[in-house]
């Protein structure tokens, strides 16, 4: 990820927060914990901690983590567990994940990035395991309102998942923005699923 998506976050963290820690997303959230097979579920970019906070209210063991120190802070208060600090290209895990949430977070990646984290993440989830994880709908790969994007139709990314070993699309929706006055645009949601070896 580069320096200045970072750099936006950690000086827009506090109205981060504020448009989206109370954004009602429980059917993705709950399409997400039906799909898993096991307990254990790293929130991978987890921004103002809405989503780690849900599955712990659910029963689920979490590991969340995310790239910006300032949403490491306000997401730790909000949860009441510690948010490890860490960049995407730092996850490390092995077999350890029933499922991995990435929820509008590695978008932020290019496309050679993302086929490293992708791989980082299949060998991080158990055999079985799911990620889920979303993109803005589209084609556009660059800068947009000081952050980078990497945007993806279906068609896109069904043919740049196809380089990925162990990792199948296993279910793809697309929903409109669940923010107030967000209503237009359009979003990539897919489940993954970590296929045998």
């Not at 936006?8 to 927060?17: K, L, M, P, S, T």
């Not at 567990?81 to 290209?89: A, S």
């Not at 196809?162 to 949601?189: A, C, M, Y």
């Amino acid at each position: 990820m580069n320096n200045k998506t970072l750099d936006y976050y950690n000086q827009n963290a506090d109205q981060f927060v504020k448009g989206t820690v109370s954004v009602d997303f429980k059917k993705t959230q709950d399409r997400f914990l039906e799909a898993l097979s096991g307990k254990r579920i790293l929130d991978f970019g987890c921004g103002s901690g809405r989503d780690t906070k849900y599955f712990i209210e659910a029963g689920f063991e979490v590991v969340a983590t995310d790239g910006s120190e300032e949403l490491c802070k306000s997401a730790s208060e909000y949860t009441g567990i510690t948010v490890k600090q860490m960049l995407f290209g730092e996850l490390e895990d092995i077999d350890r994940y029933a499922g991995i949430w990435a929820c509008s977070s590695i978008l932020h990646l290019s496309k050679r990035e993302l086929i490293d984290v992708f791989e980082r993440m299949t060998r991080a989830l158990c055999q079985n395991g799911i990620i889920y994880t979303s993109f803005k709908y589209g084609t556009f790969e660059g800068e947009r309102n000081g952050r980078f994007f990497t945007d993806f139709t279906i068609e896109n990314f069904k043919n740049f998942i196809k380089d990925i070993r162990n990792l199948s699309i296993e279910d793809f929706w697309i929903t409109g923005d669940v923010r107030p006055g967000r209503e237009k645009e359009q979003w990539l949601n897919l489940i993954l699923r970590k296929t045998n070896l």
